[in-house]
């Protein structure tokens, strides 16, 4: 470069107005400019360098020089395609384009493919030069028009230049022709109407015996019968010339010209047998006589290159989409079984991604290559793992269900995450469509619990409830599996909640014991081993609030069944009445109801009476749907009927149902969870909780009073808690009302002709807050949590959070008898006099240490009253509590959408 500028210099100094006329040019060539512009040594360099050299070739474009035109426009393209603009350069394109010399035109037609594209105004000012250059005597001159032409044709330049391009496919010219059906390619794209002009012409050159004409020829078809199924019939006739083109490339020696890895010309191969496989589709006589050629691809192509495989692929998919003989659509799949043998990832999935729509074509051909299938599962690429599982459901009927089965049972104890919620699904669908036996389905549905009980629909857990209550000769067996399974984990959600529910409902069969085969089952079984059981689960830490809801139940119906085991009823009575003070308004009013209704001894055992059987609804593989969110629940009175059978008010069994199934969580989904939300903290565990806010709880249904339930209504007459009579719902607050129903649903058990479950259960609140102490730190609280508050109130509180109007405290308290368990009551109050809405209160604990959160009261906090809400740490004795908390929530006549995050730690004692 150096060089460059001191023979500039020189060349200046001899002649100043030359010098200044080739500075005012910029570099001289394009190879200069390049040069220059790799010497820049930062980008501020460069971006001065185009600049200056950008506003010399506007200089010079001014100048109207000819000769400098085609070295302008060359730099002018270098420059666009580094980036920057070089719009001012489209008219001289044109310009050069119009020039007789081949370089030139050359050179304006790749500027104008550069520069424009269809809906640039300038192009229009393109179609005549065009049109000029397609009648040239030149055939390379014509080559750059239908060039330009296949790129950059608009609709109006199409309608245009169509006879043009319909006279140019009839040239006598193989290298015109080739191009000239690209044309018309795009002209059928762009203005579908104008295809008849090419439907003739095309048929012309697949007679063709140059293999680029026949090429073209073959995929202008192609876009032809897509664009116009009319088209078909016509094109039909020329299947037979379309067989011995495709015999002839199969058959034919070494061609040097078109070998490809020893394959002769296997593009044109792939285009013709897309083809064929349009043209026979749903017409017999097409695809007749196209089956020989087709076994004679499908025998003769070497498959161990891809090269080979491409076209045994496109044989393979024209097979299954012509009406085929059956012997060749065998053929067809041993083909693809063939590819889940190669080593080769994209091949192999493929091959699965295509047995997959043909697996209902021919089930027992695509069956031959199960166990090459099933050691798919264990490939190490999810996405071939995700086509074989898929696959895998498709394969199972009568005769594998077993095998295929068992199969799947061992890919879900390792399968990812991902996977668990569909494979549950469909394992438990395959179970109950195929089963050999009720027994091996109990089993079935049994093992899945076990492995996979956080990723089991509701729909699932429902069916297998029915199905339990419709065999009683296998209850007893079934009862004392749940039991044993449930004793050994308490982790899996779904596995928690049915063996709660039978043992609740079968626990007399449970101690009468039983004599199986079985090592598993627990022979003797005593009502102290029940309750102790379902004592453990309330203490665990995986227990939620739905899960606490089938517990209490299950212990109503207990109190029934063990008759004759005082110590247990008297134990049983004591859990029940221990959760009147519950911060869980649903829990409580649950409690309150069933204490007092296990204290009338005289309706209780026909309250609590064994529920008939459900309905048998067989589950349908279309109303599951893999999109459904994990655990999503009907909160309405039909979706608690089927889970619990239709159970009419007498028989007290849909008590167990209530709320619905709870959204399964793992450890694993809440930490992702709470990474997102905490920074991705990696000392940091997490729960969160969702709040109910008013809006949403004075949305619930009120139901209306039911007749059957009059001779109830004085169940708690003795107890010093209204009779039947009920406070007016507005004393109810929003959290109490937000479950109306209860315990019972649509049954309104106690709801004393007030036609709100909510309303009922006000009575029980208030006579248990009577005999509470009121909270030290607020006298004016009015949640209807407020017992469990007061009892709370005797641990030791601490500020946690207290800015922007907003003051959290956290009391916290510890049973002696569970010193790992630590119970935090936050209570939320304003410092100011203006209300804090929409409180969100979340919260993240350290991996070594669990928690669980239950809903605050109300999340709106007005001056003068507290809010709560409760929450449950199980970590190591003697380790400190540490919480990261997040808050959100907006300040009325404040600031709107405050997000706080706050780190706190147990203080130490």
């Not at 050994?488 to 039978?502: G, H, I, K, N």
């Not at 036609?755 to 009015?782: E, N, W």
Request: include cysteine; charge should be neutral.
């Amino acid at each position: 470069m150096s060089t460059f500028f001191q023979k500039q210099q020189q060349v200046a100094a001899l002649d100043p107005r030359l010098g200044g006329l080739m500075a005012s040019a910029g570099l001289y060539n394009l190879k200069a400019l390049i040069k220059a512009i790799r010497s820049c040594k930062t980008l501020a360099d460069e971006r001065s360098l185009i600049q200056k050299e950008s506003a010399a070739i506007r200089t010079a474009f001014k100048d109207e020089d000819p000769f400098a035109r085609h070295n302008n426009i060359a730099k002018l393209l270098y420059i666009h395609m580094l980036g920057y603009p070089a719009h001012f350069g489209q008219i001289e394109c044109l310009k050069l384009v119009a020039t007789p010399r081949f370089t030139d035109k050359r050179l304006g037609y790749l500027g104008i493919m550069l520069l424009l594209d269809e809906n640039t105004e300038v192009l229009t000012l393109v179609t005549n030069g065009l049109k000029n250059d397609m009648n040239h005597s030149n055939m390379y001159v014509v080559g750059l028009a239908l060039c330009t032409f296949a790129n950059i044709a608009s609709e109006e330049m199409s309608r245009d230049l169509c006879n043009e391009i319909e006279k140019l496919m009839g040239s006598s010219n193989t290298y015109i022709r080739r191009k000239a059906a690209i044309c018309a390619m795009r002209i059928v794209r762009k203005v579908p109407d104008l295809l008849d002009h090419f439907v003739d012409r095309t048929k012309q050159l697949l007679s063709d015996k140059n293999h680029g004409v026949l090429l073209c020829a073959v995929t202008l078809a192609i876009e032809i019968c897509r664009a116009d199924p009319e088209a078909l019939e016509d094109y039909r006739k020329a299947v037979p010339l379309l067989v011995r083109h495709l015999k002839a490339l199969v058959t034919t020696g070494y061609s040097p010209e078109h070998d490809v890895s020893g394959i002769t010309d296997p593009f044109l191969q792939v285009k013709v047998l897309r083809l064929l496989r349009l043209l026979g589709k749903d017409h017999p006589q097409a695809s007749e006589s196209m089956n020989d050629i087709l076994a004679q691809v499908a025998t003769n192509t070497e498959a161990s290159k891809n090269v080979g495989n491409s076209i045994l692929y496109e044989t393979v998919l024209t097979i299954l989409e012509i009406e085929a003989d059956n012997g060749l659509r065998v053929m067809a799949i041993n083909i693809l079984g063939k590819f889940l043998s190669n080593r080769d990832n994209n091949i192999r999935y493929v091959a699965l991604n295509t047995l997959n729509k043909v697996v209902a074509m021919d089930t027992n051909a695509v069956q031959r290559h199960r166990n090459i299938i099933l050691d798919c599962l264990r490939d190490g690429d999810i996405s071939i793992r995700r086509r074989a599982l898929e696959l895998s459901y498709a394969l199972i009927n009568e005769s594998n269900v077993r095998v295929l089965t068992r199969e799947l049972l061992s890919f879900l104890e390792v399968a990812d995450n991902e996977f668990k919620l569909s494979m549950t699904t469909q394992i438990c669908l395959a179970a109950e469509k195929f089963a050999p036996n009720k027994r091996w389905h109990i089993d079935t549905v049994l093992r899945v619990l076990k492995l996979a009980g956080n990723y089991v629909r509701e729909e699932i857990l429902s069916a297998f409830i029915r199905l339990v209550c419709h065999t009683p000769e296998l209850q007893a067996y079934t009862v004392q599996k749940l039991f044993s399974a449930l004793h050994a984990d308490f982790s899996q959600e779904s596995l928690t909640l049915a063996a709660v529910w039978v043992i609740g409902e079968f626990g007399e069969v449970l101690i009468q014991g039983g004599n199986f085969e079985d090592e598993e089952l627990v022979r003797e079984v005593q009502a102290k081993d029940v309750v102790d059981l379902l004592s453990s689960v309330l203490d665990s830490p995986y227990i939620t609030e739905h899960i606490r809801q089938f517990v209490l139940t299950a212990f109503a119906k207990l109190c029934t069944r063990f008759q004759h085991d005082a110590a247990s009823q008297s134990r049983i009575e004591h859990i029940i009445g221990s959760f009147e003070q519950s911060v869980e308004v649903e829990i409580q009013q649950r409690s309150v109801e069933y204490y007092n209704l296990l204290q009338r001894r005289d309706i209780r055992d026909g309250v609590l009476e064994s529920m008939p059987p459900p309905e048998i609804k067989q589950t349908v593989l279309g109303t599951v749907s893999e999109a459904k969110p994990v655990g999503s629940t009907r909160t309405d009175k039909d979706a608690l009927l089927d889970l619990m059978g239709d159970e009419m008010p007498g028989s007290g069994g849909a008590a167990a149902a209530a709320g619905g199934m709870a959204p399964p969580t793992t450890q694993q989904s809440t930490q992702d969870l709470l990474a997102d939300i905490f920074g991705a903290s990696d000392d940091l565990g997490a729960a969160t909780t969702t709040t109910t806010t008013a809006a949403a709880a004075s949305q619930q249904p009120q139901q209306k009073p039911k007749s059957s339930v009059n001779d109830i209504l004085g169940l708690f007459g003795d107890s010093g808690m209204g009779g039947g009579s009920s406070p007016a719902p507005s004393a109810a607050s929003p959290a109490m009302s937000s479950n109306a129903g209860g315990a019972f649903g649509g049954l309104d058990l106690l709801g004393g002709g007030s036609g709100s479950g909510a309303a009922a259960a006000m009575p029980a609140a208030a006579a248990t807050a009577a005999t509470s102490p009121p909270p030290s730190s607020s006298p004016s609280v009015t949640s209807p949590i407020a017992p469990a508050a007061a009892a709370a109130a005797g641990g030791k509180s601490h500020v946690a959070y207290q800015q922007k109007g907003l003051k959290v405290t956290l009391t916290l308290t510890t049973n002696p008898a569970r010193p790992d368990i630590t119970n935090i009551t936050a209570r939320f109050s304003t410092t100011g006099m203006a209300a804090v809405r929409g409180v969100n209160f979340q919260a993240a604990v350290p991996k070594s240490q669990k928690l669980q959160m239950q809903a605050i009261s109300n999340p709106d906090v007005v001056p003068g009253k507290t809010e709560t809400q409760a929450m449950r740490v199980m970590a190591p004795q003697s380790a400190q509590i540490r919480l990261r908390l997040r808050i959100m929530f907006s300040v009325d006549g404040g600031e709107q959408n405050v997000a706080d995050q706050v780190d706190w730690s147990q203080p130490s004692a």
